[in-house]
Structure formats: C-alpha cells, structure tokens
C-alpha cells in the first residue's frame, strides 16, 4: 500500500514537473511575439493625438501688387509640413515606414492626397485663405522581416491656421503715389520709369518701401493712390480707389490689415495755391470755405472706410516745403520761382498749418492713427542748406523729365515716413 501511494505521488510529480517544462517551452516559443507586441505598445503614439505636426510656411509666389481680383488669384503659398521628428523616435533598422498624407480645406473636403516614405511634404496653398485647412498623416509601421506583419497607425489631426498674408492699402494723391521719384530716372533719353506711369507710381514711394521692409510678414500691398487723385475724382469716384479695393476685398471676404491714407491736398487746392503764388497774387482771402469743403470730403472718405470695415487706417499728414535748416519760413534760395516770402509764409500758415490740424483732428474722431510729419520737414524745406527733403523743379526735370515732381518730398524724405509708418505698425 505505502508502495503504491510513493508511485501515485511521483506520477504527480512527473505531471508537474512536464506541465512547466511544457509552460516554459510555450513561453520561449512566444517570446519573440511577446517582445515585438511589448515593444510596439510602447512605441505607438495614441491615435489622433495633437500638435505633432510642424508646420513652416518656406516661400510665398505673390504678385508684388494686389490691384485687381486677379492679382490675388494669381498667388500660391507654399508651406512645408513634417512629421520627421516623430519619425526619427520610432526610427528601427527592422520597419519601414510609410505615410499618407491628406490635405481638406475648412468645410473638410478632401484637397489633396499624398502617400509614399518620405516624413515631410511641400503643399501649396492659396494665399487669400485665411487659413482653416486640416492636414492628417496615416503613420504606417511594418516589421520588414515578419510575414504576418501587425501595423500600427497613428492619424495626427491639425487645423493648421497659418499666419495670413498681411494686407497693406494705400489710398490716396501724389504723396503716396511718390511723385518726382521714378523708379528708374531719365536716362540717355529714355523716358523715365514708373510702378504706374499714369499716377506716378514710384517704388520709392513710402507704401512701397513699408511693404517692402515687412521682412517677418509675408505681405501684400494694393497700391492705389495717384497723382491729382481728390476725393471726387479718384478716391470715391466710379472705379476709383476704393471702388478698386473693395472689389480685391470681395474676392478675399476680408478687409486689408491697414490702410495708409494721404487726403486733402488736392481738395484744397494746393497746386493752384502755387500757381497763384508764382504769380505773385495775393493769399490774404479767407479760405474758410475751402476748408468747409474739405472737412466734409473727408467725412464722406471716413463714411466709405468704416463701411469697408477696415481696422486700421494710418493717415499721414502733409510735408512742410517752406522751411530753412534754422526752422524758419524761407524763400531767398530763388527755387520757389516768383513766390514772395509774404506769400510763403501765408500758406505755411493759413494753409498747410491749418489743413494739418483739420487732419489731426478728424484722425481723432475715426479713430485713426495720425503719422506727423511736422518735425521732420521742420529745418528740411526747399532752402534748407542741411538737406533739403523737397523736390525742386530742376531736380524733377532731371529725375523725370518735367515739372510734375516739383514740391514733392524726396526718396530720403519717402524713406524716413515709411521707418515712421513702420514703427507705428510695430506698436499696434
């Protein structure tokens, strides 16, 4: 009997001795499976997880001008989008790794689809998009040297708002447009040449070189101020000026970022006031009623402009052309022609003086943010012996071949308001 139970209880012994051999076998049958599902489990990012993507806008292709509808369309955007970084932390030498790319637009209609190895694509967009796009990237992971391969996706959602393109405007008369500066001056000639020959456009103008100097921004300018422009013929008028820029607004369902404005000049008269000087009459009169009708021009342009519901308008006041390098009215130097100094000192004062502050004053009650140029030109007038910052008429005759530049402020003087302009933005 004690035989037969010393037998029973070394069979129980032998069944549980092979039941764990077999138990341990099983495990290192396995264990390459277990370790690949181990290590899978930690290497997989949990799915749809966000802010993975980089995104990088590389270069922009606009045109240098937004002035028609078609200009904006004209322009692409093309940004770099990668997921490179989370690529190189799940990088083995035994996976591959494939990827799917799929750009939808901001109603999530599918725009695009991409696959292949490579961690980064280059998609262009469409400038005058403020941008709500979703990009999606399918990460595929494959053990190349397993035949019954398990693949872990990872789907990265964002909705990539990149910066929009920063919209400048400028809208307005021969100040803005930079008359008496050609982009390329009378040569051998040659006619001198212009931006836009019919407004005396000039990329020297201080639109142009504040767009131009917005190197951390991608921006664009739609340059519609011209030369004689007035508020009824030019700025409000049948295609006129900010006919022309709605239209560009209507496209891209938004108004410009700022829009910088010169407004008055002509309105007042400033080109007769001149030919009454040279010709030696008289400015004692009242120009009260000039005034009046300026006052109310402008109103009707600020009517317009909130209408547009544009943000942001600069408005830039008018250059001083009367004064020596010790700040006072001159007219000795012989370059305003027949002009008496007791003219001179008439319009510096009952003119240009009072229209600035009508400038200032109607800035305030719209709202706008007033550029004063009033220090700058104060020792930089036409007789100024310490660089004048005004145009004379031999000068203008030199650069473009008539007259037209005379009294205008210079490329130096455009340079400096657009670093004043400049600032202004920088602070806002």
């Known amino acids: ?8 209880k070394k069979l129980q012994i032998f069944k549980a001795t092979m039941l764990a051999f077999f138990y341990f076998l099983q495990m290192l049958i396995n264990l390459p499976k277990m370790l690949v599902l181990s290590w899978n489990n930690m290497a997989t990012v949990p799915t749809k997880s966000t802010g993975s993507l980089r995104i990088t806008t590389i270069s ?4 240098e001008l937004w002035q028609t509808p078609k200009d904006v369309l004209q322009g692409e955007r093309l940004v770099n989008i990668s997921l490179c970084h989370v690529a190189a932390r799940q990088a083995d030498n035994d996976n591959k790794m494939s990827f799917l790319w799929k750009l939808y637009n901001e109603k999530t209609e599918l725009l ?13 967009l469409d400038p005058k998009v403020i941008y709500t796009h979703k990009i999606t990237v399918q990460l595929t992971m494959a053990s ?15 909705s990539s708002k990149i910066d929009k393109v920063y919209w400048l405007a400028s809208v307005g ?17 040659k006619a001198a040449k212009w931006l836009d020959e019919t407004c005396y456009r000039s990329s020297k103008s201080f639109p142009y070189q504040v767009f131009r100097k917005m190197t951390n921004k991608s921006s664009a300018l739609s340059f519609f101020a011209c030369s004689g422009a007035t508020v009824d013929a030019g700025i409000l008028s049948k295609n006129g000026q900010l006919d022309r820029l709605e239209k560009v607004m209507k496209l891209r369902d938004d108004p410009p970022d700022v829009l910088l404005l010169t407004i ?6 400033f080109t007769d006031i001149i030919s009454m000087m040279q010709q030696g009459s ?3 009169q009242s120009f009260d009623m000039r005034f009046f009708y300026v006052s109310h021009q402008i109103d009707r342009v600020a009517t317009k402009i909130q209408e547009l519901k544009i943000p942001r308008v600069i408005l830039i006041t008018y250059y001083d052309v009367t004064k020596n390098e010790h700040g006072v009215v001159d007219a000795s130097c012989g370059l305003f022609g027949q002009v008496s100094l007791s003219n001179l000192q008439q319009a510096e004062k009952k003119i240009l003086r009072r229209l600035n502050q009508l400038l200032i004053k109607k800035a305030k009650k719209y709202g706008w943010i007033t550029v004063d140029t009033t220090e700058m030109f104060r020792r930089n007038g036409l007789c100024s012996n310490h660089g004048s910052l005004i145009r004379s008429r031999n000068e203008s005759l030199t650069l473009q071949g008539n007259e037209y530049g005379s ?3 210079n490329e130096e003087a455009h340079r400096k308001i657009s670093e004043m302009v400049l600032k202004v933005l920088e602070n806002v």
């Open 282 to 284: 008289s400015l004692e």
């Open 60 to 63: 922009e292709k606009l045109p």
């Open 112 to 124: 695009e689809r991409r696959s292949g190895a490579s961690c980064s694509q280059v998609f262009s």
């Open 1 to 8: 009997m004690i035989k037969v139970l010393l037998n029973n």
């Open 407 to 409: 009294f205008h402020p």
């Open 264 to 269: 008055g000049g002509n309105d007042i008269g």
């Open 144 to 158: 190349s040297d397993m035949e019954d391969a398990e693949y872990y996706t990872e789907i990265i959602e964002k």
């Open 173 to 189: 008369d021969s100040f803005s447009s930079g008359q008496g500066n050609p982009d390329i001056p009378v040569t051998r000639g």
